[in-house]
Structure formats: structure tokens, C-alpha cells
């Protein structure tokens, strides 16, 4: 991913509400959700949701498949992975992570 990209991306994920969006759709998997399933579940109004969800797809961490009169929205799992791989490309300086988390006092 190019840092733009990364960038477009952490932009739109750092608000609660998108955050939890995202979240459920990675849950929901390839199938997906309608919106009405989505704000039913997270209990956010449709036309909130609606502006959440066109972010996210700006994003490029969404996509959106019109089913006859719904639309089906679902995580990109390859953009999603690119931005994992985007963040740790060069952790623990090229070395495998070996640090349990919790077992260093100052990590």
C-alpha cells in the first residue's frame, strides 16, 4: 500500500462508529451486510450509517454489491491485509517477534 492509502484508511477508521462498522463486517465475513442489518445491529441511525459507510468505502476498506433491491456491503480483506502488512512490514527491525505480550514491563 502507498502511504496515502494508509493514511485515507487510519483516517476513516478513527471515529467509533466506523471503527465498529468495519468491525462487524470483518465478523460478517464474504456474505456481508445490508445496511438495515448493520444499523439494527450497531444501533446507529440509517442515515448516519449510510455516511459511515460511504467513508469507509472512500477508504477503500469497503466494497458495495447492488442484490436486486438491497446492497450488500463487505470488509475488503485485501486492503485490510495490506494495511496489516503496511504496519508491521518492519517490526522488531526485520527479526521475528518474539515478545509475549504483557511479558515485557515496559512495551
Do not use: W
Not at 492509502?5 to 462498522?21: D, E, F, I, Y
Not at 456491503?73 to 495490506?82: L, P, Q, V
Request: aromatic content about 4%; charged content about 15%; some cysteine.
Amino acid at each position: 500500500m502507498k502511504e496515502d492509502q494508509v493514511v485515507s484508511a487510519l483516517g476513516a477508521l478513527a471515529h467509533p462508529q466506523r471503527l465498529r462498522t468495519f468491525r462487524a463486517l470483518v465478523v460478517a465475513g464474504l456474505p456481508g451486510l445490508t445496511p438495515s442489518v448493520l444499523a439494527d445491529q450497531l444501533g446507529i441511525a440509517r442515515n448516519a450509517l449510510s455516511f459511515h459507510l460511504k467513508e469507509l468505502a472512500h477508504a477503500g476498506l469497503v466494497t458495495v454489491e447492488p442484490q436486486g433491491r438491497n446492497l450488500i456491503y463487505r470488509a475488503d480483506f485485501t486492503r485490510m491485509n495490506g494495511l496489516l502488512g503496511y504496519l508491521t512490514e518492519h517490526c522488531c527491525q526485520g527479526a521475528p517477534c518474539e515478545i509475549a505480550p504483557g511479558a515485557c514491563a515496559t512495551c
